[in-house]
């Protein structure tokens, strides 16, 4: 059984703060700690305002967000690290093998599809990412909590 969960993207300002947001607010009771960081992570910084902006029309407050690096001693509290996209994973694997067994990519039940990195581009880039985030979010749910 997994309680706590990381998800992982590059800048931990995008993809794995609506993730972790996503996945907290639905899972309720059932997971005790979801939280996530990047593999190249803008430390210190908050989520990108138009990630910021999508997660409020779903009644979401990702404002307190703060990017951190994926570090192992932040990596070691997770039962289960999720990653966006393939790169992250293959990183994971290389920097903490440890970590094989229990990291596997957001879409993991959809073909292991990657969630697409929308940093820097239009609004609608980010509308297809946080579709994708929430059909994995889901899909995990329906699995681990």
């Given at each position: 059984?997994?309680?706590?969960?990381?998800?992982?993207?590059?800048?931990?300002?995008?993809?794995?703060?609506?993730?972790?947001?996503?996945?907290?607010?639905?899972?309720?009771?059932?997971?005790?700690?979801?939280?996530?960081?990047?593999?190249?992570?803008?430390?210190?910084?908050?989520?990108?305002?138009?990630?910021?902006?999508?997660?409020d029309?779903?009644?979401?407050?990702?404002?307190?967000?703060r990017?951190?690096?994926?570090?192992?001693?932040?990596?070691?509290?997770?039962?289960?690290?999720?990653?966006?996209?393939?790169?992250?994973?293959?990183?994971?694997?290389?920097?903490?093998?440890?970590?094989?067994g229990?990291?596997?990519?957001?879409?993991?039940?959809?073909?292991?599809?990657?969630?697409?990195?929308?940093?820097?581009?239009?609004?609608?880039?980010?509308?297809?990412?946080?579709?994708?985030?929430?059909?994995?979010?889901?899909?995990?749910l329906?699995?681990?909590?």
């Amino acid at each position: 059984m997994f309680s706590r969960v990381c998800v992982i993207c590059t800048g931990n300002i995008c993809r794995s703060p609506m993730g972790e947001a996503l996945l907290r607010a639905r899972a309720g009771d059932k997971l005790s700690e979801v939280y996530s960081a990047g593999i190249g992570a803008l430390v210190g910084h908050g989520a990108d305002a138009t990630a910021v902006e999508l997660m409020d029309e779903k009644g979401i407050d990702l404002s307190p967000h703060r990017a951190q690096q994926a570090t192992a001693g932040v990596l070691s509290r997770a039962d289960l690290v999720l990653a966006m996209d393939r790169s992250h994973l293959d990183w994971l694997h290389r920097q903490h093998p440890q970590l094989r067994g229990r990291s596997f990519l957001w879409l993991h039940w959809r073909d292991a599809a990657e969630v697409p990195d929308p940093y820097r581009r239009p609004r609608a880039a980010f509308e297809e990412a946080l579709a994708l985030i929430e059909q994995g979010t889901e899909d995990w749910l329906a699995r681990i909590a």
